[in-house]
């Protein structure tokens, strides 16, 4: 079965499951059920006030808020009026979320107030960035004031619009047309927004959900981000797909995760490894009932055997997959099999999702024996059509047909492949991809910092954090908790170094160019005293 060819459009696969799984729980969020039939109604009425509120079929509807019900619903909807989704980060500033709709030009942002004690609307104002393309912003939660409209406002909006004009605004939506745009950050310093279409999600997470073997009835947590591939894609719609529950999880914390396991009885977890880490150490895990669990998939960061082993033999997970991928290969390039061992699982990210090819290459493109190093790259209907108006970035990218990843990798005799370092400068923060170029850049508009070099370093609770090298300006002063504290107003929490070292100059080589070794093993050694 190919889901490209099964559903052809999200809206389409909506309407699908609504008729197959019509009664079944679609989503669980506290005290807001919803079934399948009951989804479709609600996101059919998201789409007629969507319309109204004059989005046209490829406008860019952006969404910047926590893993919440309405969250799905209004992305749904949006996709349903023909728009394309573009999710924000939440731990976005205002700074980075203004670039994003400003490279987007959206013409709709659905956001929230209040999540965390967080003003998202007043966070975008003070950054003080103009949004010429901006119509309007809806709060999904929270007070409506200055401009924005309240959800039940926004929704009233529905009754402008006729049942019929929404269903053929959905109908004209094409498995090629663009579905999403999701940003992400890149060695230039600035997000690039990988577009992808409906076809290609659709055929990507078919695959997904049947190797991992997601079923009709299963329970799932989602505490992978929505504005995530894997919270939105692996979670979302492969829920869809399948007939399987979504209960969102706004905030990880190991005590309510596990509270929240053993009340809705929920069979799914997928996470980073720091997910399965906290809950096997926390305490309190002895007084919770966590038997219903059977399926977990993980990646993101080092798998340790001993993790997967701890799972099977202390929990009661049935399945345990690692699997790896890129949001520029739709979220997924290559998977564990259900029958792998936990060497496999825990030393491999699995081999190429099928009709797809995967291979290691030298700097010139030519194919690595099997066991020797070199650049993961990708070749497939995962790939992404390209960067969102940034052909530059998209032919250095992608050539030939093949993504190279960045990533240096091994492939043995099997075809499964091991990340082994990466070609790119990128370290990954509890999950999160953090670049240095954009954490750089933004570093250098502190008034006092001539030069700066950021390197990520191991950290045994989120795998890795970030450390900055900053030299001054002559005759300026730095102090590197002022630095800290300035950096944190300025970007999302994972990207914020763990430890500033104010330096005297930087280690170069004759051609000017930063020693990133040097310093990465400059940090470990301060991290380590």
Known sequence: MRGDLEWGTIPRLLDMSAERFAEREAIVDGDKTLSFAALREAVRGVARATIAAGVEHGDRVAIWAPNI????????GALSAGAVLVPINTRFKGREAAFVLNKSRARMLLTVRGFLDIDYVELLRAAGEPLEHLDSIVLLRGEAADGTQSWPQFLARADEVDEREAEKR????????????????????????????????????????????????????????????????????????RGATIVPHAVFDAGQVMRRIEEERITVLPGPPTLYQSILNDPARAHHDLSSLRLAVTGAAVVPVQLIERMRDELTFETILTAYGLTESTGTATMCLPDDDAETIANTSGCAIPDTEVRIVDDDGNEMDRGEPGEVVIRGYNVMLGYFEDPEQTAATVTDGWLHTGDIGVMDERGYIRITDRKKDMFIVGGFNAYPAEIENELLRYPDIAQVAVVGTPDVRLGEVGVAFVVPKPGAALDPDLVAAWTKDQLANYKVPRRVEVVDALPMNASGKVLKFELRERARRLMEA
Not at 69 to 76: C, G, P, R, T
Not at 203 to 226: A, C, K, M, T
Request: aromatic share 12%.
């Open 69 to 76: 019900h309405e969250w799905i619903v209004a992305a749904l």
């Open 170 to 241: 959905a109908a004209a939506v094409s498995s090629e047309d663009l579905s999403d745009i999701i940003f992400t950050s890149g060695t230039t310093g600035q997000p690039k927004g990988v577009m992808t279409t409906h076809a290609q999600t659709l055929r990507v997470f078919e695959v997904w959900s049947r190797v991992v073997g997601l079923r009709e009835g299963d329970r799932y947590l989602i505490v992978n981000p929505f504005f995530h591939t894997f919270g939105y894609k692996a979670g979302i719609l492969a829920c869809i797909m």
